[in-house]
């Protein structure tokens, strides 16, 4: 007979990205702006035809990478971003029917992958106000469970976690024996991290990418930093010469240049700041604490509304249902001020 896998058969993934490069992509995140051009003509021109035969090294970068966040390379894993991490992490750390416990709605693979390797995703739901009561995590957290998954901050919520809080479910996973991942992805555009629980502590994990503020999506890289030990059974499921050679050199130059960060930080800041004071101007209420996206309340149907932005003026943003008492909402990627000024033109024409 032959064999198909029925976690496989029956799992719901979504395959509809391959059509976006005529749009304004304000749907995933992503930098609108792009990532810096002198500097990928710089990286092009030392290109040899070796380097592209070769499969790619990774200590140099991994060490740049662990001088950039003061730490060293048996606290790092490259991944093929940060998604590839986060699976690695749920295989190594979680059994087969093993409870995971996340908030939702968020980034939508940890359920994806919980269904995937058939573990038991138990989730947390967000209160009506569409803020996260720490309560609730603690008390889905009981001895059987083996991961607690966080965000800092959500997507698509952009919520964070005080310092107390935090430490308060650090505390609780620590005395019920829960390694505990804490996905980062948003980090840059947000500043506070828990990063230095998965340097100096056992069994907590932080999920980093370069897709987005690093504006690196393109080249698939991300990484894990936890505890030695940790991190390399994490090692132990990459794939052979996981991480893109391009993706390592354009990201070398990122984190090896501090101002090309505070330059695309400072072009957020902007298009972020005029977006919200538009919203406010006219009238709509919006939510994001945090990260490169927000949830905006439209005035009229809001699955129409994305079409229509898609149809009539070549703008991908996505609609979210049950956004707590904000009903079915928009969300938005935020990029610099050029790209806010588009959205909110299209935003003022079709929404009445
Ligand atoms: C919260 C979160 N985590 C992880 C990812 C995956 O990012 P990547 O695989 O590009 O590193 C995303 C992508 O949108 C995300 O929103």
Redesign the pocket.
């Known amino acids: 007979m032959y064999y198909l896998n029925s976690k496989v058969e029956n799992l719901y993934r979504i395959f509809d990205q391959n059509e976006r490069k005529d749009y304004l992509r304000l749907d ?2 992503e930098n609108p702006g792009g990532f810096p051009e002198g500097i990928i003509k710089n990286v092009l021109k030392d290109i040899t035809p070796q380097m592209l035969a070769q499969y790619p090294e990774t200590l140099e970068f991994t060490r740049n990478l662990a001088d950039f966040l003061g730490t060293d390379i048996s606290h790092l894993c490259l991944v093929n ?4 991490g ?1 699976r690695y992490i749920i295989q190594a750390f979680t059994s087969e029917n093993g409870k995971i416990v996340g908030v939702v709605p ?2 939508f ?1 940890f359920q994806v992958y919980s269904e995937m390797y058939g573990r038991n995703f138990v989730p947390v739901k967000y209160e009506e106000n569409l803020e996260m009561d720490i309560n609730h995590i603690i008390s889905a957290m009981t001895d059987d469970t083996q991961l607690l998954i966080l ?1 800092n901050p ?2 698509p919520m952009g919520n964070t976690y005080s310092e107390e809080d935090f430490e308060l479910l650090f505390k609780v996973a620590q005395e019920r024996k829960i390694n505990i991942l804490i ?1 980062e ?2 980090h840059y555009f947000y500043p506070k991290t828990f990063i230095k629980y998965a340097l100096e502590k056992e069994h907590v994990f932080v ?1 980093r ?4 503020l690093f504006s690196l ?1 393109g080249c ?3 990484y894990v930093v936890g505890w030695p030990e940790g991190i390399k059974m994490v090692q132990k499921l990459c794939t052979p010469h996981n991480t893109n050679f391009f993706a390592m050199r354009f990201a070398n130059e990122m984190i090896t240049h501090p101002e090309l960060i505070d330059d695309l930080i400072r072009k957020f800041t902007e298009g972020r700041e005029y977006l919200l004071q538009q919203l406010d101007k006219y009238g709509y209420s919006h939510k994001g604490e945090a990260g490169n996206f927000l949830f905006i309340k439209p005035k009229s149907d809001a699955n129409v509304l994305v079409e229509r932005m898609k149809e009539e003026k070549k703008i991908l943003i996505k609609s979210y249902p049950d956004v707590g008492e904000m009903g079915t909402c928009l969300r938005v990627s935020i990029g610099g001020k050029k790209y806010m000024e588009l959205f909110m033109d299209a935003l003022k024409s079709l929404d009445s």
């Open positions: 995933l995140n971003g940060s998604a590839e986060i968020s980034y693979m965000l959500n997507n996905d992805a948003y999920t990418t370069f897709s987005k999506a698939r890289l991300g």
